[in-house]
C-alpha cells in the first residue's frame, strides 16, 4: 500500500491523507483503531471506501482476524493468505490497488516492520558470557547435582528417537491432514494449518500448540518398543507421574512457522521442561526466577504476566537492554538437540524457520520443594489439573508420602527453613531484630528493595 512511518510525513511535499478525515482527524491513530474494533464485517469494509487513511487502517489484518474469531463457524476453512481475504472469502492476494504513500502512521507500518524482522541478528553474536552451556550428552547424577537449575542443551540425546528421523512438516501433512489441531484460539486439520504456515504475514503467527496430539495421532510415548519417543534419562524420575490420569497437562506438540513463538512467560506449577527440536531451530533468551525483565510487568502476587508487546516488538525495544542484565543467557536450539528449561525461569522462544518440537513438564527431586510450595501457596495459579481435582497439594502430598515419605519431609523440611529465612530478612529489613537490646517499639516504616523481600522459590 506504500504506508510510511509517522516521522516521514515531517519530510512530505504535499497534502496528507489525514487531512482528509474531518473531525476524526482530531483522534490519534490509536484511538481510530479501537473504534473499528467495535464494527462489525460490512461497516468495516464499507469504511475503507471513504478515504484513504481509513482504507489503509481498514486492511489491519488483526482486525479481520477478531472478526474471523468471532463469527467463525463449522464450515470448512480455506486460508486465503490474509485473515482479510479469509473472513471474506476474498481471493489470495486480493486487494484493490490504492496508493496510500500519503498515509503516514507508526500503527499501520509497525506491524509491517516487525512481521519482516531480521531474526537471525538477535540470535548472533550471542555475548560469551550469555551462552547456554552445550554437551553432548549428560547423565542424571550430574543433572541432578550441577545442572537441574541451570538451562543447557544437549547435541546427542534424542537422535534414537523414531520421530526424530520420520516427521518433518511435509511428513506430518501426509500423514495426519484431516486430524485438527489446536493452534491458539482455532482448532484446524493440519491441512489448513500447513496452508497458513506456508503464506501468511502475520507480525505474530499463531502457534499450533496442542496437548492432545498423542492421542489424535495414535502414537505411545514412554519405554516400550512400539514408543515414538520417551523422556530422556537425564531428567531422572518425573515425580508428578505419581498422579496419574489425575496429573496436569504435561506435553504438548508444538509445530509453527518463521517468527512464531511464545512471549515471554514461566513454565505453569513451577515444573521444570525439556524442548526438543525435531525440524527447524529456535531462539531462545532466559533469565532467572527473580530477574525483572525489560518490557514484562508482573503483578505483586505474580498472579499476572503482562507483556504488551508482541516478540518482534520486545526484541526492537528491549533486546539489547535485556542481553546485558546479570543471568541472561542465550542460544538456538537446532534440529536434534534438547534444551532444559529450569523451575521458574523467564523464557521467550521464537522459531527461526518453519520447525517441529515436542516439549514435557516434569518434576525432578531437586525442585519438589518448589513445585510443593507453589500448590500450596498459590492454589489461584495453580493450572492443568482436571476439575475433579480439588486440591492438588493434598493430592500430591498422599501420593509422595506413600511413594517416598523420606522425600516427602526432607521437601517440607527446605520449605521450613526457607520461611525461616525470609522471615528473618523481613524482620532485619524493618528493624525488629533485636541485637541484645531493648526494641525501640512504636511505629515502624519500611520499604523493600530489590528482591529479598520478594525470593519465594
Not at 201 to 222: C, H, R, T, V
Not at 245 to 257: T, V
Not at 349 to 378: C, M, R, W, Y
Not at 413 to 441: F, H, M, V, Y
Amino acid at each position: 500500500m506504500g504506508v510510511k512511518p509517522l516521522g516521514n510525513q515531517y519530510f512530505a511535499t504535499g497534502p496528507t491523507a489525514r487531512q482528509s478525515l474531518g473531525l476524526l482527524g482530531e483522534l490519534p491513530d490509536e484511538m481510530i483503531v479501537q473504534l473499528l474494533e467495535y464494527l462489525d464485517t460490512r461497516s468495516l469494509k464499507d469504511i475503507g471506501f471513504t478515504c484513504r487513511f481509513l482504507y489503509a487502517f481498514s486492511q489491519l489484518d488483526d482486525l479481520w482476524k477478531a472478526l474471523y474469531l468471532e463469527t467463525t463457524s463449522s464450515q470448512p476453512l480455506v486460508w486465503k493468505g490474509s485473515w482479510r481475504n479469509t473472513h471474506l472469502k476474498a481471493p489470495t492476494n486480493w486487494r484493490a490497488n490504492i496508493d496510500c504513500s500519503n498515509v503516514f502512521s507508526d500503527v499501520i507500518h509497525r506491524p509491517f516492520a516487525c512481521a519482516h524482522i531480521a531474526l537471525g541478528k538477535y540470535a548472533s553474536s550471542i555475548p560469551a558470557t550469555n551462552r547456554i552451556s552445550r554437551f553432548e550428552q549428560l547423565d542424571y547424577d550430574d543433572f541432578a547435582r550441577n545442572w537441574s537449575s541451570k538451562p543447557f542443551i544437549l547435541t546427542d540425546c534424542i537422535q534414537r528417537w523414531p520421530v526424530c528421523r520420520d516427521w518433518n512438516v511435509q511428513e506430518l501433512q501426509t500423514r495426519y491432514s484431516d486430524i485438527k489441531f489446536r493452534a491458539e484460539a482455532v482448532d484446524w486439520p493440519f491441512s489448513t494449518y500447513h496452508e497458513y504456515m506456508s503464506d501468511n504475514e502475520d507480525e505474530s503467527p499463531l502457534y499450533l500448540f496442542d496437548k492432545g496430539f498423542a492421542e489424535k495421532m495414535n502414537i505411545q510415548i514412554g519405554q516400550n518398543p512400539d514408543a515414538a519417543y520417551w523422556p530422556p534419562e537425564c531428567f531422572g524420575s518425573d515425580l508428578f507421574e505419581l498422579l496419574g490420569d489425575e496429573r496436569p497437562a504435561h506435553r504438548w506438540l508444538i509445530i509453527g512457522p518463521r517468527r512464531s513463538g511464545s512471549t515471554f512467560h514461566k513454565d505453569p506449577n513451577a515444573t521444570s521442561a525439556w524442548n526438543a527440536v525435531l525440524e527447524g531451530s529456535k531462539y531462545w533468551i532466559m533469565f532467572p526466577p527473580t530477574t525483572q525483565v525489560p518490557g514484562v510487568y508482573v503483578s505483586e502476587d505474580s498472579s499476572e504476566v503482562t507483556s504488551p508487546l508482541s516478540i518482534a516488538e520486545w526484541l526492537l525495544e528491549f533486546h539489547a537492554e535485556a542481553r546485558a542484565l546479570p543471568g541472561c543467557v542465550e542460544g538456538v536450539c537446532k534440529a536434534g538437540e534438547i534444551l532444559h528449561v529450569p523451575s521458574g525461569w523467564w523464557h521467550l522462544v521464537v522459531n527461526l524457520e518453519d520447525g517441529i518440537a515436542l516439549t514435557q513438564n516434569f518434576v525432578p527431586k531437586s525442585h519438589l520443594a518448589d513445585v510443593l510450595s507453589f500448590l500450596k501457596d498459590k492454589p489461584d495459579q495453580v493450572t492443568g489439573f482436571k476439575k475433579d481435582v480439588d486440591n492438588p497439594y493434598h493430592l500430591f502430598e498422599e501420593r509422595l508420602r506413600g511413594y517416598d515419605c523420606h522425600l516427602l519431609e526432607g521437601a517440607l523440611d527446605e520449605l521450613e527453613r526457607r520461611s525461616q529465612t525470609k522471615k528473618r530478612k523481613w524482620e532485619e529489613a524493618i528493624g525488629n531484630k533485636n541485637d541484645g537490646g531493648d526494641s525501640n517499639g512504636g511505629f515502624s516504616f519500611g520499604f523493600g528493595f530489590g528482591d529479598e523481600d520478594e525470593e519465594i522459590p
